[in-house]
């Protein structure tokens, strides 16, 4: 892949390109790099160090170092999390789109000044679609399986897991040691088609588990025990963060809240497996087969909550 080069616009709205020798650096600051290495955004929510993208023998990969957020054709990374980069793609930043191509180009940079000041992390309300897979009475089932065989199972799931999320275009928050937890983003307003991608990753997910059960029978004993249930919803969160590491992005809402309690009673106290809110039924039900399960309450809030079973479609 000689000569991989990036081509956006800048400030003043002029092609720049920049050739992919081993890395390049997009930040605020990016100091102590040099200029062919780096892209220099001038924007108060784009971190002094925010992404890296490097060449590695015919591949390229992103990282999001950031606190406000990297994206790729549309879809948030995960804080710290890697991407592979194809010919085409669009990188988003503090406003600028970075397209990345995998062929061949002639390197031009422009050097320009270096911001030091802090990054301004910014709170930004949007609307999400939570997917929470949570394990069904983990507690019970690491107590009496082996942390190894435990581990070895949940790797095998949280792998096929983040990969299902990422193909239908979605974001891993957060791996804990019986759920996983992915968003989609849909901006200020709700909309149908990223509801309708988050639901048919869940219906994956599934798919996926019992799939991941049948091959490890007999080699892991822990693996014909365990069972699963989903929650989703769809509502306002505020993103933002909490503490100092780039990491610790917070997603604050009631939407996000309620997703990790209908995750707790699906596949336990009601029957199915994938629990849905009424707003994420309003938006998905000319996709999915959809069964009301009535209004029903939940441990922890007030009132009753509306809530549908997803099916296949």
């Not at 200020?188 to 048919?200: G, T």
């Amino acid at each position: 892949m000689p000569h991989a080069f990036l081509e956006w616009l800048d400030e003043n709205q002029q092609v720049q390109r920049l050739e992919i020798i081993d890395k390049v650096f997009v930040g605020r600051s990016c100091t102590g790099i040099d200029s062919q290495k780096r892209i220099l955004v001038n924007n108060a929510q784009v971190s002094r160090d925010h992404a890296v993208i490097s060449r590695r023998a015919k591949k390229l990969k992103i990282k999001d170092m950031s606190k406000n957020g990297t994206w790729v054709n549309g879809i948030r990374l995960a804080a710290g999390a890697s991407s592979d980069l194809a010919d085409e793609d669009v990188i988003s930043v503090g406003g600028i789109s970075i397209t990345v191509y995998a062929q061949s180009g002639d390197a031009v940079t422009q050097e320009r000044a270096i911001l030091t000041e802090g990054t301004m992390v910014t709170p930004t309300e949007i609307v999400v679609t939570n997917v929470v897979a949570d394990v069904r009475e983990f507690t019970t089932f690491s107590q009496t399986h082996g942390s190894a065989e435990v581990y070895a199972l949940m790797k095998e799931v949280f792998d096929a897991f983040s990969s299902i999320v990422v193909r239908f275009k979605g974001t891993i928050k957060d791996y804990a040691g019986d759920a996983v937890f992915a968003f989609w983003d849909h901006h200020v307003e709700p909309v149908s088609p990223q509801a309708v991608l988050a639901c048919q990753a869940a219906l994956q997910q599934d798919q996926a588990l019992g799939e991941i059960r049948s091959r490890l029978s007999g080699k892991n004993v822990a693996a014909a025990k365990l069972e699963m249930g989903w929650g989703i919803t769809t509502g306002k969160v505020t993103l933002s963060h909490y503490g100092s590491r780039a990491a610790d992005l917070a997603l604050v809402g009631d939407c996000t809240n309620l997703a990790f309690r209908l995750s707790g009673i699906a596949n336990k106290d009601l029957a199915d497996k994938i629990i849905i809110c009424s707003q994420t039924a309003d938006l998905v039900r000319d996709d999915f087969s959809l069964q009301d399960l009535g209004t029903i309450p939940i441990k922890g809030r007030k009132g009753q909550e509306q809530v549908f079973g997803l099916k296949k479609p």
